[in-house]
DNA sequence: TTCCAGGCAGTAG
DNA sequence: CTACTGCATGGA
């Protein structure tokens, strides 16, 4: 045996749940960037150089990674996958957090081992913020897939292909006409390959981000790029950095959730939303994917 | 048909 | 600074 095809295991974390993270990939949406068969999950990677497919599935205390296809070092599939289920966090303060609060205490049962499922790649995070701005989720999914499958390159396996997201430097080279064919929006369009451009031309990366001390400063440097507000800067922080203090101002479902727990008849206020997530300082973000997890 | 969806930029006051 | 408007298209 070659040592590619040795199994990788990384172990599960104290509250940890496989079914609940894979139902948050399984929503009835149509996501062209990986591929759930029953209790495993086809995922293909390209970082560094390194591209191929894995196959995710879980044992009774780890999640075991195997390569299907391409080479991608251990070291490259163990931290990818620990991003995406965000596994190095301790969920422990968040569920006391939890269990203190009257209407929420049920969540820490109900939604037992929710993780917050990263999109690591701030490129691909920032265009799926674009595409998803204001249009019904059923409608962005399939724009991701004409985008991905027109623009990206693929791996295949058993007959199968699985699309790696497509590089900035591809994007860049569009026409706001090209993707207007693809029935982007006029913006959507200019966003997108202005953010594209901004990646290729090194003029933004997610080092850059990364290197900016505190989420003030963040926030101010991502809401400077055109088609980012902070709706996208918030999710942003929260799914590609992993900061666990982010709130998406703005958006819908999150203002439908606390408008339905705080009793109201209308959009809760930023102020009524930050008081509602008073009590998680430091755990917004994990607030956040908890309330969209009730509407779905 | 109408309303609205995991918002944002631009403009007016 | 806040409030309002146009954008674009498909789902329900």
Known sequence: MNSTSKHILLPKPNIFSFSECLHFLDRGYDDCLYTLAGQQVLKPLRINGEKGLIEISETADALKARLLTGTLSPATIKQYITHWFDLERDLQPFYRLLNQHQQLSKMSSKYHGLRLMGIPDLFEALCWCVIGQQINLTFAYRLKRRLVETYGTSTTYKSEQHFFFPD???????????????????????????????????????????????????????????????WTANYVLMKSLQQSDCITYGDTGLQSAVSTLLELDRKPTKEEIDSFFEPFAGWESYLNIYLWRTLS
Request: cysteine-free.
């Open 168 to 230: 900035p430097e591809v994007l860049a080279t569009l026409t706001v006409d090209e993707l207007r064919e693809k029935q982007f929006s006029r913006r959507k369009a200019e966003y997108i390959i202005g953010i594209a451009r901004q990646f290729a031309g090194d003029k933004l990366s997610k080092h850059d981000i990364e290197a900016l001390a505190g989420s003030d400063q963040r926030l101010k440097r991502l809401t400077k790029i055109r088609g980012v507000g902070p």
